[in-house]
């Protein structure tokens, strides 16, 4: 289950953000807004020289963390937001810092620091409004790290069971529709790994071992873009082998499902080439995969 990373992804965030935190600031008891008079930078010292955190109450803190935020300085704000954690841990203002510490660390490439104050925040706040978009930032701090398919994977891996995790807990939240997505083009990149490994094999005439590798994605990953290459690799390399009942099988499998790809076509050309044609033939994995896609027979 990378994938691309979406352009977009920091100016999501910070709208989230906007909506459901700023809002929120404005009703805590006896303050005032953001660019009020008694909350304004020049009170918080950042005009001249800011007094230490412990001189300063965890509204100031916090709002001067997200002056930070809005000046580029994520790090930094996730500091500022981590302060008030730290020194003010049961106030109001620590449970928003806490999100909003996340949020900062992830926009400044900390992706461990966010993940920890998300689950901090799940630790203590597991039913809040709030939780699905923890749940995100989780999730985020491990698919944001997922590199080109010649690299390790295990980001990979983490982003899919955090990103079911939105889709089965928070199914009706904003969320949802979100990681659902991620979800299918985190495993379309591990489909794309297995692939680029099978055909390594495939080139080298180790026809065993890429097999495994494209039985892999014909089983585990067949709703990804893969599908269809595997497919026919599958015949190339079990005419390889000699074994045509195989090839004969998988070629109509990809008939059924993607007949007009060219994947299909070179199937079909490779096979007649041969004297043969695409069918249901033989006792394998494959014949009981054409059952399962072909005739819906499960058992």
Known sequence: MRVARLASRGLALAAVLAVTLLPA???????GSIGSGSLGLGSLGMGSREPPPESQTPQQLY???????????????????????????????????????????????????????????????????????????????????????GRDQTNAFESLAEMRDIIERYPD??????????FELALDH?????????????????????????????????????????????VEAYLSLGLDNEAQTAAAILGHNFQGSVWYADSYALLTGRGLRPADVGDSWLNATYRQVVRGEWR
């Open 190 to 234: 591990l489909a794309g790994k297995e692939m680029e490994i099978g055909r390594y094999y495939l080139d080298r005439g180790h026809y065993t071992a890429a097999i495994n590798r494209f039985r892999v994605v014909v089983e585990d990953y067949q709703t990804t873009t893969h599908t269809p290459e595997a497919l026919h690799r599958l």
């Open 173 to 182: 939240s904003e969320y949802a529709s979100s990681a659902q997505m991620k």
């Open 63 to 149: 709002l001067s963390g997200e002056a930070l935020l809005a000046d580029g300085q994520p790090r930094d704000a996730g500091e500022r937001f981590s302060e008030v954690e730290r020194l003010y841990p049961y106030s109001e203002w620590a449970k928003r810092a806490m999100l909003m510490s996340a949020f900062a660390y992830h926009e400044g490439g900390l992706y461990a620091e966010s993940r920890a104050a998300a689950e901090r925040y799940l630790e203590f706040f597991p039913a809040d409004v709030d939780a699905p978009y923890a749940q995100f930032l989780i999730a985020l701090s491990y698919y944001d790290q997922i590199v080109d398919i």
């Open 25 to 31: 600031c404005s009703r805590m008891p006896g303050s």
